[in-house]
């Protein structure tokens, strides 16, 4: 029997200048389970170490992005569930 799930995924990378110093991803499962995940990847050592701060900072606004979308779709699904 085939299972399947949805998710969404979210992307970001930190840039500094031109040059990208972080990756950052994040899954959102939708089936209502409000789980998910969010990963970070250095892509370049030495601009993340000379630039820590602002780095953080869109590590930490990516995270806050994350957190709204999963709230919105946690919001949504009671929303169809009250309705349904």
Do not use: P, W
């Amino acid at each position: 029997m085939l299972k399947t799930n949805k998710n969404i995924t979210i992307t970001g990378t930190s840039m500094v200048g031109e040059t990208q110093a972080l990756f950052m991803s994040a899954s959102i499962s939708t089936d209502g389970s409000n789980t998910g995940n969010i990963s970070t990847s250095i892509t370049n050592s030495s601009v993340y170490t000379a630039n820590k701060t602002e780095c953080r900072k869109d590590i930490a606004d990516f995270q806050t992005m994350v957190y709204a979308a999963q709230d919105e779709l946690t919001a949504t699904i009671a929303d169809n569930t009250a309705t349904a």
